[in-house]
């Protein structure tokens, strides 16, 4: 899809066309619509290939007059009733003409700037530097949103597990931890393009531009923190839970034990009186009682036994 954009008075509004200082959104683009930005904006063919890769790495790239800059954005997923955050590439290019930003797939994210932008006084897009502080910042921001929900889902899954102990809540929990995981690696590479960033090889920044960027990188850096945290908290649970499904089943097993040794008498009794020799009590009409009292008695005797042993 191909969105056009253009700053009237402060607020971004769809654009009939291409002109000169706008925003053109591409999200999941088609073939034509990558050649005919390609032609139009004379971009080089790589920087609009790059981002469409899900696996491409955050980085800068700069290129006679244009300069590609690649972030990770939160890319929240629901696979078989399964909540996962994972990561997707947004790519910005920037050009004399306009700001081209390019994803493989619709991302929350342009909504989210859309809306960011607009409560904005006197936004403009004359100013890329101004374009890129606001929508790193949303990516910022939607880190540490999404951080927050995993916080809360944590903490529901655990209830959960606590009641019922059964493998979906624990695969709720590895979900969440790989999402944990996928955010770290992002965060970080995006620090890394943050901190290039501000060296001013790329953009020239004044004093107010670096003080936007460290905000920026404030943000980022407390989701890295975030994410570090929870990723900790939930590993030591995940520990923990397996430690006590561990000793669950080492009790049950233990009783289990304890029930067929006390059966096993009775049973070792009554075949012993089944072999067809000569044996004490045979002749007696009270043989099978006596013998059904002593085989209790036993029995009675080794639960006792693993009473005070605290095997049951």
């Known amino acids: 899809m191909l969105r056009i954009y253009r700053s009237d008075n402060g ?54 007059d244009q300069l590609l800059i690649i972030l990770r954005a939160p890319d929240p997923r629901t696979e078989e009733g399964f909540i996962r955050y994972e990561t997707i590439p947004i790519g910005i290019i920037l050009t004399e003409e306009a700001i081209v930003t390019i994803c493989l797939k619709e991302n929350p994210l342009f909504e989210e700037f859309l809306l960011a932008a607009n409560r904005v006084k006197d936004f403009t897009l004359k100013n890329p530097v101004v374009f890129l502080f606001h929508l790193f910042y949303c990516i910022a921001s939607m880190y540490l949103r999404f951080l927050r929900l995993i916080d809360k889902l944590i903490t529901e899954y655990e209830r959960e597990l606590y009641r019922s102990m059964r493998n979906k809540e624990l695969l709720k929990l590895l979900n969440i931890e790989k999402s944990l995981v996928y955010f770290n690696t992002a965060l970080r590479a995006n620090d890394i393009v943050l901190t290039r960033l501000q060296s001013g090889r790329f953009l020239r920044l004044t004093e107010d531009d670096l003080e936007k960027l460290e905000d920026v990188q404030i943000e980022n850096r407390q989701a890295i923190e ?73 029995s009675a005797l080794v639960v006792i036994l693993f009473v005070k042993k605290r095997l049951f």
């Open 226 to 298: 975030m994410a570090k945290i929870f990723s900790d908290i939930l590993s030591g649970t995940m520990d923990a839970y397996a430690s006590v499904i561990s000793n669950n089943l080492n009790v049950v097993m233990k009783f289990l034990t304890a029930v067929t040794i006390v059966l096993t008498l009775p049973n070792l009794v009554a075949s012993i009186y089944g072999m067809n020799i000569p044996l004490p009590l045979q002749n007696s009409p009270y043989a099978f009682a006596i013998l059904m009292g002593f085989s209790f008695v036993l």
């Open 11 to 64: 607020v971004l509004a769809l654009a009939p066309q291409i002109e000169r200082h706008c925003w053109i959104c591409l999200t999941s683009p088609t073939e034509e619509e990558l050649q005919y930005i390609q032609e139009k904006l004379k971009i080089f063919p790589d920087f609009l290939r790059y981002p469409l890769d899900e696996e491409e790495i955050p980085r800068i790239e700069l290129e006679e």
